[in-house]
């Protein structure tokens, strides 16, 4: 657990952009991490994990129910595990296309909850990677706020390869402009991960996703 390094990391970056630290979200993303270590960061104080995989973070979310702890589904999402997701998650990360809105909209309401949603962008255009195009972003944002059960909250996007984070977070601050064009509140910009969490900061991030840097390497097989 390197919890320090990374709060240090983070305020650091904080300190060189002027900005406020509290202002920062950090969800330590758990993926392929026993629900032992989600136990164990909550001992330490984080309230708000990250997982990529229903499959995984279904049983592990079960695990874990006594803990206070704020879910968040940051992985790319089926439609057909949006009843599953609901259960658990407070804030789905990647809201990429309509069909995935209604269905997230009906699984919640079914279940009674109210899912904060944040427009995945693509920053590379590459939709095989997750992500709508930047010129989606207002449609998918107004259905969003249309959709009873699902609240917009801003957006998300991870740094694609090839491109410089710093130039790539700068794109999603379009996006995020847009976002709460719609609605003011709507104020989230998840984006930042181990390797680029300085540029996120620098970059206005609100929300930080970070599993590496925290928890070590997840090994050779997982991406
Ligand atoms: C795994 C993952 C992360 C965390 O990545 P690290 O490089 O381990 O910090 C962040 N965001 C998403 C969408 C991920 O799948």
Redesign the pocket.
Known sequence: MRLADVRGRIAKACEAAGRDMNDITLIA?T?TRPASDVRLLSELGLRDV?E?RDAEAAPKAAQCADLNLTWHF??QLQTNKCASVVRYASVV?SVDRLRLIRALGQAARRADRVVSSLIEVSLDGDPARGGAPAEQVPPLAEAVAAEPGLVLGGVMA?APLGLAPAEAFARLLDSAAVVRAVRPSATVISAG???DLEAAVEAGATHL?????LLGD?GPRVR
């Not at 996703?209 to 840097?213: S, V």
Request: net charge positive; aromatic share 0%.
């Open positions: 993303v993926k990250g990529n940051i992985g990360h991870i991960m181990s390797g996703r970070i599993g590496t840097a997840r």
